[in-house]
């Protein structure tokens, strides 16, 4: 067995890796495990049957990249239908943030300012009382030590505003780091919700795709019959197909073909439901259009 194929399977020429042959099995609708073996190969012979009989059946056709039209149009359907949640997060400006911040640090700053200048008021107020008591009022001992007092006063306050800054600056930094660490879930949360989405619409698209191969496969065999309402056993030994062959085509029909089936008057459809009656007989036959042929 060479790496993407198995001994007596050989796949279409031009799929000679293990990606392409994956890619194969995708639009096939069978397991995706990069080897060319009985299933996907049965898939893709069944598939190559119903172009071949397109015309009578409504099939697909392959485009010059080998990808089936068919199958890319169950999944854009699928995946344009599915409504994939998103997050976005509004993040502020620097300057939003730093107006919140400020707002919130600033009073207290201003009080805390506010208050050493009272104070620095109040021991000035003291000195000058206790220097007229002294008989120093004018002296320049007093009036230096109040310009110290002064000097003091504005080095507190000067450090309350470089650690007003440093603290206002630290919130805005940590602020905007949490935003962008929020943008970057939300973005990873967007990735994997689409991928989901693709995901999903691959399965189901596949899924659709296999049904629609049985149909064809199944089209295909009632058409190579040769049977179109001959009467009794000898068209379902003609046709070399079983009682179960004509239920499975029957029941892998869409609801609207099965409709068209058991009451449309055109020569396609009522040549297909004389063959089937006549291979099933009337019970079964009745049971069927019971089952699948309601108007």
Known sequence: MASYYMDGYAPPQGVNSASKVKEYQRQLGVKVDGIWGPDTDAAYRASIASQQS???????????SGRDQTFDGYYNAIKSSLSVPTVTVK????????SMWSSI???????????RNEAAERDMAELDADAVSRGMGGSSFVTSVK????????DDINDMEAQ??????????ETLSKYDQ???SAQQYNADAAASAAKTALSMASDWYSQYLSQQA???KLQTSGGSGS????????????????TEYVRNLTAAQQKLLFNSDTEYWSSRRDEIYSALGSTLYENLKKQYGGK
């Open 54 to 64: 397109a015309q009578n059946t409504g099939g697909f056709t392959w485009g010059d």
């Open 91 to 98: 993040t502020p400006s620097k300057e939003e943030v730093s």
């Open 105 to 115: 640090l600033r009073p207290g700053v201003d009080a805390a300012i506010e208050k």
């Open 147 to 154: 310009a110290r007092e002064m000097e003091e006063a504005q």
């Open 164 to 173: 007003y800054g440093a603290v206002l600056a630290e919130r805005i930094y």
């Open 182 to 184: 929020m943008n970057l």
């Open 218 to 220: 199944a089209a295909a």
């Open 231 to 246: 009467s009794g056993s000898s068209s379902s030994k003609k046709s070399g197909l079983s009682t179960e062959d004509y």
